[in-house]
């Protein structure tokens, strides 16, 4: 979740607290290839 938090800020994006730490539990449970082959379908 930090390093998340650490990209989105250096993008200079704004968003809420709670954004990087969802999308880090999500990651946990699915691997970026599945979520990648998911959009795709």
């Not at 250096?10 to 954004?19: K, T």
């Not at 990651?27 to 795709?40: A, M, P, W």
């Amino acid at each position: 979740a930090e390093k998340i938090a650490t990209v989105v800020k250096s993008a200079n994006v704004s968003v809420e607290s709670y954004w990087p730490s969802l999308f880090a539990k999500l990651l946990e449970k699915r691997s970026v290839e599945d979520l990648i082959l998911s959009v795709g379908s």
